[in-house]
């Protein structure tokens, strides 16, 4: 389906050069002389690379339909990850350079969002908030604050992240998986 350029709005996905993005900011521009025009930041929903272009009204602007879907993280194989479709229960298998980084922070039962063009799987995106056992820390040492500084830590599924000194092991933490930092001591 074709848009104008009144209609490219922010959320909006978009084909372009038959890559899928998303709109992340736009500006509309009415020049005193000339045509009206959109100048958008894009993200592709591939790689996460954004990218400023200029849509001129005349211009033929596709839309893209990206579904949403909730997945279940159920094991990794190799360089494959297979999830669960909530829906229909299907088995969906996604390739590691799809997850990038958030294959570090996927657990067992893990509910996802995955966002798919046609049969192609776009990305994964995790919740924003994920709780993780300490597997192992530096001990912390009697008077050691939150304000006192950060240690590494390791925690289920191999990630290290940076925690304040208090935190030992077998501690449940909260991670923001946007950032990979620490949040707060859950126990």
């Given amino acids: 389906m074709a848009l104008s350029i009144n ?10 050069d038959g890559q899928v993005y998303v709109v992340i900011d ?12 959109v100048r958008a930041k894009i993200r592709n929903l591939k790689n996460n ?15 893209a339909f990206v579904e949403e879907r909730k997945l279940q993280y159920l094991y990794a194989s190799g360089k494959l990850y297979h999830f669960m479709d ?12 799809k997850l990038g980084d958030n294959k570090k ?7 996802v969002c995955g ?3 046609g049969k192609q799987t776009l990305s994964v995106s995790l919740p924003n908030f994920i709780e993780f056992k300490v597997t192992y820390t530096e001990p912390g040492i009697k008077g050691d604050t939150a304000k006192g ?3 590494p830590a390791e925690i ?6 940076q925690v304040p000194l208090f935190i030992n092991t077998g501690d449940t933490i909260k991670i923001d998986t946007r950032t990979g930092g620490y949040v707060e001591r859950i126990n």
């Fill in 105 to 111: 922070l996927l657990k067992d039962s893990l509910e």
């Fill in 149 to 151: 500084g950060t240690k």
């Fill in 86 to 97: 909530q829906d229909n229960y299907e088995e969906i298998i996604i390739s590691e350079d």
């Fill in 156 to 161: 289920e599924g191999g990630a290290t992240v």
């Fill in 7 to 16: 209609e490219i709005k922010s959320g909006v996905t978009l084909l372009v």
């Fill in 49 to 63: 690379a954004v990218l400023e272009k200029t849509f001129r009204g005349d211009e033929k602007i596709e839309s």
């Fill in 26 to 37: 736009t500006q509309h521009v009415k020049p005193g002389k000339g045509a009206a025009f």
């Fill in 115 to 117: 966002y798919f063009y």
